[in-house]
């Protein structure tokens, strides 16, 4: 691909240098730019190639996260915090825009890049997990504030597991080269637990929860860590930042946290729900959170581990069914091999709900 042209574009620091591949999301394309500056020091951005199959307004999208940047920044000022470390910032194009649309139609935004940090795929440590907790606890409170009328609604239904459950039968329909026959155990898997479904939204649907502006994709390598000391420095990937559940951001984040396994191992042997961590990001999160919680959401928590796990195996073994269509794939069986780790955690959860209920109680303030 060409990249010097879309380079060209943006408002970067310097003389274009070079550009890889960089990190291991599953939705946009990511690489890190090089520009040397005038003084001849290296300065990076990343430069990413919006999906524009999963986010079909990009437009109001850069708005939405434009304007959370620049409120997370204001308040990181305030605090007296480094808010180039703390908070994303965005690179405009030479004509002031915060994305650009190429000729092939494709869309690119740039960012800084945080350096000395890394996304981890499983958490090396209870302290690295607690401190992820309390990053993405800060986050929902830190945009309590927020004026979710603001928002832009991403992509419809995010988490609405209903109709992610409706979903998986249009998917069950669609039975792409008929992949439906090498599955059986796990679409039962999914079926049996319908009841699930309906928990969370029913009562963000009458008031009982409610909504707020929350981040909706935290797993855990959206939190970038400081490679020398392991603390949080930012949570990024901003693009689901929209109106939901804040038993959605904890719930994601104990799926892809609290996994011994990688979210795609094969050898299931290696995949358990890790309690201990559990217990670390409850912690982290509920001192983040502070006061930002009510009772009900609270009494939720140790579901809400159980309800992201099983949407997101439900999700991906609907992609298998469909395809491949969402979520990016090395080989064939990808998203069925993923769906295998997200069941096996869902089942060590649903034994161990009591005890995650006694480890939220002894860290809840109310
Ligand atoms: P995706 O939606 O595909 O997951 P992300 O926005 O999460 O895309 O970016 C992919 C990866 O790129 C992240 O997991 C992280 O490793 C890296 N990354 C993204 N933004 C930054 C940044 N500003 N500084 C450093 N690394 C970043
Ligand atoms: C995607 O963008 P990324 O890789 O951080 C997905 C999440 C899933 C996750 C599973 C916009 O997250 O919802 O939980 O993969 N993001 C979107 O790994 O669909
Ligand atoms: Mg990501």
């Known amino acids: 691909m060409e990249f010097n042209e879309i380079i060209s574009r943006f408002d970067f620091d310097g003389q274009f240098v070079g550009i890889e591949p960089y990190g291991m999301g599953l939705i946009n394309n990511t690489y890190a730019v090089s520009v040397k500056r005038e003084n001849g020091e290296i300065k990076r951005y990343i430069l990413q190639k919006i999906n524009k199959n999963t986010f079909k307004q990009v437009d109001k999208l850069m708005r939405n996260i434009r304007l959370v940047t620049e409120y997370l920044k204001d308040i990181s000022v305030k605090n007296g915090g480094n808010w180039e470390r703390e908070v994303l910032t965005l690179v405009k194009t030479l004509d002031g825009n915060s994305y650009y649309l190429d000729k092939s139609g494709e869309y690119w935004r740039a960012y800084v890049l945080i350096e000395n940090t890394i996304g981890y795929a499983i958490a090396e440590s209870r302290d690295m997990f607690e401190d992820a907790g309390r990053a993405f606890g800060t986050f929902v409170r830190n945009l309590s504030g927020f004026p979710a009328e603001e928002l832009y ?46 928990k969370v939204v029913s009562k963000l649907k009458s008031g009982e929860i409610p909504l707020r502006v929350t981040h909706n994709d935290t797993k855990l390598n959206n939190v970038l860590m400081d490679v020398d000391t392991n603390r949080a420095v930012c949570v990024i990937d901003l693009d689901t930042i929209m109106p939901g559940s804040l038993l959605y951001d904890f719930g994601d984040a104990i799926r892809s946290g609290c996994n011994t396994g990688l979210e795609d191992e094969k050898d299931l042997s290696k995949v358990s729900f890790d309690i201990d961590l559990f217990e670390s990001f409850s912690k982290g999160f509920l001192e983040g959170i502070g006061d930002n919680i009510t009772k009900e959401e609270m009494e939720l928590l140790p579901f ?50 009591g005890e995650m209920s006694e480890i939220v109680s002894r860290y809840a303030k109310i």
């Open 153 to 198: 609604e991403v992509i419809a239904n995010f988490h609405n597991t209903e109709s992610r459950f409706s979903d998986f039968k249009k998917a069950l329909e669609n039975n792409y080269e008929n992949r439906k026959d090498n599955v059986k155990e796990e679409i039962e898997f999914v079926l049996s637990r319908e009841k699930y479904t309906s």
């Open 304 to 353: 809400a581990g159980i309800l992201m796990t099983y949407e997101c195996g439900m999700r991906f073994l609907g992609d298998y069914l469909n395809g491949d269509v969402y979520f990016k794939t090395q080989y064939p069986e990808h998203n069925l091999v993923r769906c295998r780790t997200q069941f096996k955690l869902v089942r060590d959860m649903e034994e161990r709900l």
